[in-house]
Every structure is written in C-alpha cells, then in structure tokens.
C-alpha cells in the first residue's frame, strides 16, 4: 500500500512528523507539498494528492491542514475518495470499518501530536468492515 501525504502550511509540520513516523515504520509514503510553513492554499496539495490516488499509484492519502475541514471538503469533491476528518482513534478506526475511508483529514491545530500519530496507526490498520457498510458505500462512491 503506497500512502500519499499532503498538507497546507497550517499542516505542515505534524505532515513532517507523520512521514517520519510512516517511513520509520517502513511504510511506502509519497509526499506532494507542502514544503514549508510558508503560506498557501489547501485545495491546490488536496488535487495533488487526490491525482496521486486516480492514478492508482497511491492507495491511501493522509492530509493535513489546520482543521482537517478544507482538506476533507476539498478532497471529497472526487467521486472515487472517501475523506474522513476525523478527531480521535475512534473515528479514525470507525471511517475504515463502516466508510471504507481512503483518505484520512487530520487537524494540526485542534489534535496533539501523539493522538494523531496514534489515530494515523490505527486507520492505517483497521480493515473495511463490508456487508452492509458497503452497500452504503456504493451509493455515493466508485
Ligand atoms: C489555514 O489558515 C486554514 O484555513 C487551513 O489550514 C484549514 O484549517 C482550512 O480548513
């Protein structure tokens, strides 16, 4: 599984920690911007990381900005993505389980550090649940 990251600058430096993270643990991470703290603006690294998922090169995207609003109201404006923002281990399990959730919105300014590390492990890792989460699912999704 190839994962995409993306982040604005609100998020980009739990993006840095989080591919850290991912490459220590041995994870195949892609990284599209942004590259600084720099001002800029969400929906310009959600398109880059979503044309990195449509291609089928990446399988999974993690995006950050301040909230995790922008990026997941940007990103789900793609048919084929099922963005879940989400605020705690829970919800981040939950979006696999019963959204089949390809992309996962995190808030830097609004989560700590260790819990979104914690929540990327743990969404990562948590399998699609099926039956009938997924015929809800082929309702909205490709
Ligand atoms: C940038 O200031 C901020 O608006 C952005 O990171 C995000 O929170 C938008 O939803």
Not at 17 to 38: F, H, M, P, W
Not at 117 to 129: D, G, H, Y
Request: proline share 1%; net charge negative.
């Amino acid at each position: 599984m190839k994962i995409v990251l993306a982040a604005d600058h609100g998020g980009f430096e739990l993006k840095e920690i989080i591919k850290e993270n991912l490459l220590q643990a041995g994870r195949d991470v892609i990284d599209v911007g942004c590259d600084s703290s720099d001002s800029v603006d969400y929906p310009d690294f959600a398109d880059k990381a979503v044309a990195c998922m449509l291609t089928g090169d990446c399988q999974r995207g993690i995006l950050v900005c301040g909230t995790g609003i922008g990026m997941s109201i940007a990103a789900n404006r793609h048919r084929q993505i099922r963005a879940a923002n989400c605020f705690d281990i829970g919800t981040a399990k939950l979006s696999r389980e019963h959204n089949n959730a390809n992309v996962l919105c995190l808030g830097a300014r609004v989560l700590d550090k260790d819990t979104a590390i914690q929540m990327v492990s743990a969404w990562l890792e948590t399998e699609f649940s099926g039956g009938r989460h997924q015929v809800r699912v082929a309702k909205f999704s490709d």
